[in-house]
């Protein structure tokens, strides 16, 4: 794990080194091998997709033996999982702090699970023990050269890259533009995502900004077109490799900075935690968690009151394609334009440029689905066919971000070729929401 305590302190001018102390084997063995280690055990979910590979997370007491709290990146661990008793097998995994920036708690084991309908309803064990002798692939990795944070699956294989270091105010607006994820890249390599397109220059790939926000009784800006508004990076920590994903966790604070520079202050601090998965054949998910927490009191944020459109909030601008198509959980979208879609995930395709300059023979594209822990759940949406598509959270009616009382929003990106349900976008939302009823011991 590398650990960047400011954005504008180091130069990551390295190429990727993909190291050879690696993590896990695929082999058969028995719960039963002797060792110490953590058990966990769950319950399948009984509409677990299918043939169909897919994330799972999985909470662990504390970190292994033989790992320290400053190590992320799995180390010497050995993950079995056995389903309705029979032998295990061992998983590639990953393992790191719930919080990074509190060594103190808890932590999580990510790994990637491909089962079968007869594994339905299923107990399962997960055992975790060292063994430093066993060894698995990369799967992907990370490397940070300001202001950007590059993901990829090796040389010439980019995932997604995230704008962590201080604003770029070159963009035809002068609008300092950072905190953001883009370029998103597809599962043939072609950019699905775009930053400050000609039509709307505050729109940034993945981001998340409400159109009010304001501090009651002294001052009230912005955040969706930033103007009096800046997001001061803090800590990035990431992860160098990983055998079956890639986290990254990231710090900034919302700063109200006014031409009159005495009434500058920070207002919300602001923690993004990212997960990339390498995903398979199917589909790539990336996990995006938000944890908002106001600095000060009288802090509310709330969405776009022009013509009641309510937007704000995550957003993914999606870029140029011809066919655009976009579905939710209801079905096809019938129009181009619609406020208010209330809907637990939508999806954008349409026909890509590749990396060769040449239009996609198929459609391909994303889905942004929304966690039933959120606010408000479902949500309402904006969708655009022109690009955008978005929460509209808290809406047109603001609501008030206590000090010191953290706001989490879970979203996840499924990446996928074709449309919706040839992307199995219902299952892999099936998945993203499933509970596996974990229990230590």
């Known amino acids: 794990m590398r650990v960047e305590p400011r954005a504008d302190t180091r130069d990551r001018s390295e190429g990727f080194k993909w190291p050879a102390t690696l993590i896990v084997t695929l082999l058969t063995a028995c719960i039963g091998c002797a060792g110490s280690g953590q058990r966990i055990t769950g319950v399948v979910p009984a509409d677990w997709p299918s043939d169909l590979t897919m994330p799972v997370e999985v909470p ?4 292994p033996a033989g790992m320290t709290a400053a190590c992320v990146r799995t180390n010497n661990l050995v993950v079995r999982v056995s389903i309705g008793g029979q032998p295990a097998a061992f998983q590639p995994a990953d393992i790191g702090l719930d919080d990074p920036f509190s060594p103190g708690g808890g932590s999580v084991l990510r790994t990637c699970l491909r089962l079968r309908e007869s594994d339905r309803g299923q107990p399962i064990e997960i055992f975790v023990e060292e063994r430093p002798e066993a060894q698995a692939a990369t ?9 950007l944070l590059h993901v990829a699956a090796g040389p010439d294989k980019p995932m997604l890259s995230y704008w962590h270091g201080p604003a770029d105010s070159k963009n035809p607006k002068s609008y300092p533009l950072n905190d953001f994820i883009h370029p998103v890249i597809g599962l043939d390599g072609e950019e699905l995502t775009a930053a400050s397109p000609g039509d709307h220059i505050h729109h940034r790939g993945i981001f998340w900004a409400w159109v009010r926000t ?20 803090g800590r990035l920590e990431y992860d160098v490799d990983g055998a079956t994903s890639c986290r990254f966790t990231a710090e900034h604070f919302w700063t109200y900075r006014p031409a009159d520079r005495a009434r500058s202050e920070r207002f919300v601090r602001e923690v993004v935690d990212c ?32 013509a009641d459109k309510g937007y704000g909030g ?67 949406w904006i969708v ?58």
Not at 403 to 425: D, F, K, M, Q, T
Request: glycine residues 12%; contains cysteine.
């Open 275 to 306: 997960r990339v998965y390498g995903g398979s054949a199917a589909g790539r998910a990336v996990d995006v968690d938000l944890t908002l927490t106001a600095l000060v009191d009288g802090i509310r944020i709330g969405g776009q009151t022009t």
């Open 139 to 147: 799967c992907c990795g990370a490397q940070y050269r300001e202001p």
């Open 60 to 63: 662990l007491p504390a970190m």
């Open 314 to 380: 995550m957003t993914c601008r999606f870029g140029s394609a011809t066919e655009v198509r976009m579905e939710n959980d209801q079905g096809l979208i019938g129009s181009d334009s619609l406020n208010h879609v209330v809907a637990k995930w939508v999806d954008w395709t349409g026909r890509f440029t590749g990396p060769d300059g040449r239009r996609l023979p198929h459609r391909s594209g994303a889905a942004l689905m929304v966690h039933p822990s959120h606010p408000a759940y479902p949500p309402e």
């Open 384 to 441: 655009r066919a022109y690009g955008p598509i978005g929460l509209a959270y808290p809406g047109l009616q603001m609501i008030e971000l206590p000090r010191n009382e953290p706001l989490h929003l879970r979203y996840r990106l499924w990446i996928h070729r074709g449309e919706a349900i040839a992307g199995r976008v219902p299952e892999a939302y099936r998945a993203y929401i499933a509970d596996w009823r974990w229990k230590a011991g």
């Open 214 to 233: 304001e501090r009651q009784g002294r001052w009230r800006n912005e955040w969706w077109i930033p103007r009096e508004f800046v997001a001061e990076p």
